[in-house]
């Protein structure tokens, strides 16, 4: 018996094209019930399929969260481990060094992926922007502006 790669037979396995059909909530206020619901009637009808995904109307906060990559990819995170600035580390490991780790394994699954590399790299980028912006603000207007940022409320934000 000859063994295939993983990549040798998904080049080899045919094509099903997806129908285009999808049920969502973009104001984030349908029970999660109606929109399986409005699924199952779709697979009812038309005999077809669908994949859930699972969703939250907060944003997932991208700082200090060990799960977030975990989340956005079980196929590099099987086990659900392994994320970046994790407080559990025994050895605290940095962002951009625990990237460097993953992409010198030899094991190139973190370098092949397809979308891995631009979300990390896009999160890094986006820190450095944040730790490096500042305002500028005349003297004489200091008081004023301050005043103003001290008065929007956390929700606002």
Not at 98 to 119: G, I, M, P, T
Not at 124 to 134: A, E, G, P
Request: hydrophobic content about 40%; proline content about 8%; aromatic content about 12%.
């Amino acid at each position: 018996m000859i063994q295939l790669s993983l990549r040798r037979l998904l080049q080899r396995a045919p094509a099903f094209p997806f129908q285009n059909v999808i049920v969502t909530d973009v104001n984030g206020n349908a029970p999660s019930n109606e929109l399986r619901a409005a699924a199952l009637r779709h697979v009812k009808k038309k005999g077809g399929s669908y994949i859930e995904i699972p969703h939250d109307p907060q944003p997932v906060n991208e700082f200090f969260n060990p799960s977030l990559f975990p989340m956005m990819y079980p196929t590099l995170f099987p086990y659900g481990i392994g994320g970046f600035e994790d407080k559990r580390r025994s050895t605290p490991l940095s962002l951009e060094k625990h990237v460097k780790h993953l992409f010198n394994l030899a094991d190139r699954r973190f370098q092949e992926h397809y979308s891995f590399l631009f979300s990390v790299f896009n999160i890094i980028q986006r820190r450095k922007v944040l730790l490096h912006s500042s305002l500028k603000v005349k003297h004489s207007n200091f008081d004023s502006v301050a005043a103003k940022f001290a008065s929007v409320s956390p929700e606002a934000v």
